[in-house]
């Protein structure tokens, strides 16, 4: 049954009926991942020091919202809009960071539908959907019509966050967004101010794409108001520094580049050396992932004992095969499950990250993907990418000139690189990831730079942001 509105008359039963409003079984939607409420004269458990920066629990706890387009990975969902690494990372990041203390009292989103007539559905309803066991999501209501289904979306989240800070008055509350365009960040920067609630933004797809699409009028009105209201945000999570120094100059922010899941971590040792050097790339083949760069650097390479492994699909597929029809050394499997993306790692000796930054403009992109290479143990090389070379570069080869010749000759380097050498840097790399990057150790992070930011201590929240990596 869908939330009623956040002002009741006053009297008896609407005193009875405020409480009912407030017990998380009757709104399974905004009463999701909530760890138990402790009375006052219970003891606090304690947080030992190695668990990391656990929020504190206090009896003034602050309550969360999250608005985004999370949904589950289901089949009902996998429509044209789904964007799988998006939703799996709000997903593991709201997963972790209840586990670490953070109480989210409300998660709203957005179902991943085109617009009618793309989408066959004219209208969308009101659902509560469960993300995962214990977790459940409350699916925004709206007109699924061109320009009024933004409007619709964002009317639908502006009061859906006032009825949530009305069941949490008297407590911090902070609302954290994932991305601002949708809905748009107007409705709900404007509810956060109405309830005095904190706004946060997690900022992972921000600014004017780096090549020209289609639609780009929209994209630079949104980038025209993203200018003007992240520096007015009472939090920020970016995915790049750049974000920070050009949108909020001087403003605290925390840091996540992505993360990796602790346990698909293995523990492969890296391939002894042998008649065949495997060389891999998985993922989207577009022109910005390198995919043609690399196909005219390894035409450059007459070494027959190399191989290379390409995997996944995009507008450049065409391409690879015919490449592979020219070069029996190139193979291409499509599109592969997980597990088998995992395989072909195994196999490999090099993983390649070409993420284009030279010639395709200004861009706040991260190909998170270079984490989940260095979290496998291998060598890896990757182009210069945002911060990749300066947080990064001590485990992986950097590509700094992003020429085929250049490709070329970093890839005959590696292959006389001393075995043990190259098994020290990524084994160093692979450390790194488990002490840093996994999904455990950032929702920590943002957990407790989220709570401070509820609780209104800048100071707080900069000090957070600040702290180095873990070595």
């Not at 409350?138 to 966050?161: D, E, M, Y």
């Not at 050394?329 to 090099?350: F, K, M, T």
């Amino acid at each position: 049954m869908p939330p009623g509105p956040p002002f009741r008359r006053a009297g008896r039963s609407g005193g009875r009926r405020r409480r009912r409003e407030r017990s998380p079984m009757s709104h399974p939607a905004q009463a999701v991942f909530a760890p138990p409420r402790t009375e006052p004269s219970e003891k606090m458990p304690e947080v030992l020091p190695s668990e990391g920066p656990r929020v504190l629990e206090t009896e003034t706890r602050p309550a969360a919202a999250l608005v985004s387009a999370v949904v589950p990975d289901v089949p009902e969902f996998r429509t044209e809009g789904f964007a799988r690494a998006g939703n799996n990372a709000v997903l593991h990041s709201l997963r972790e960071m209840v586990a670490a203390g953070l109480e989210f009292t409300g998660v709203f989103s957005i179902q991943p539908i085109p617009a009618f007539p793309r989408g066959k559905r004219l209208w969308m309803p009101r659902r509560t959907v469960e993300l995962f066991p214990g977790c459940f999501t409350q699916l925004l209501p709206h007109l699924n019509l061109p320009l009024w289904k933004q409007i619709h979306l964002g009317l639908s989240a502006f009061f859906a966050l006032l009825r949530w800070a009305w069941r949490n008055r008297g407590r911090p509350r902070v609302i954290l967004q994932y991305n601002l365009t949708r809905p748009p960040a107007v409705f709900i920067y404007l509810a956060a101010r109405l309830t005095g609630s904190k706004y946060a933004a997690m900022l992972y797809d921000i600014g004017t794409p780096p090549v020209k699409i289609d639609h780009m009028f929209w994209y630079r009105v949104d980038d025209f108001f993203a200018r003007r209201l992240v520096r007015r945000l009472d939090g920020r999570i970016v995915i790049t520094r750049a974000i920070l120094d050009d949108y909020a100059p001087g403003a605290h922010g925390l840091h996540v580049d992505g993360a990796v899941d602790e346990a698909v971590i293995p523990d492969w040792p890296l391939p002894a050396p042998r008649d065949e050097f495997v060389l891999c790339l998985a993922g989207s083949l577009w022109e910005l992932n390198g995919v043609r760069l690399l196909l005219d650097a390894f035409g450059r390479l007459d070494d027959p004992a190399l191989r290379l492994e390409i995997a996944g699909h995009g507008a450049l597929a065409d391409l690879v095969r015919e490449a592979a029809r020219r070069d029996a050394r190139i193979r291409y499997h499509g599109l592969l499950a997980h597990n088998q993306v995992l395989e072909l790692y195994r196999r490999s000796d090099v993983l390649l990250n070409i993420r284009l930054t030279q010639g395709v403009g200004k861009s706040y992109l991260f190909a998170s993907k270079l984490l989940e290479y260095l979290a496998m143990g291998r060598t890896v090389i990757t182009t210069a990418m945002a911060h990749a070379a300066e947080e990064y570069g001590p485990f992986a080869y950097v590509l700094r000139d992003e020429t085929p010749e250049a490709l070329a000759a970093l890839i005959q380097q590696i292959r006389q690189t001393p075995f043990a050498e190259r098994q020290a840097r990524a084994e160093a790399g692979r450390r790194y990831m488990k002490l840093n990057k996994t999904w455990r150790r950032q929702g920590e992070r943002m957990a407790a730079y989220l709570s401070a930011v509820a609780r209104g201590g800048p100071a707080a929240a900069a000090q957070l942001a600040a702290e180095g990596p873990l070595q």
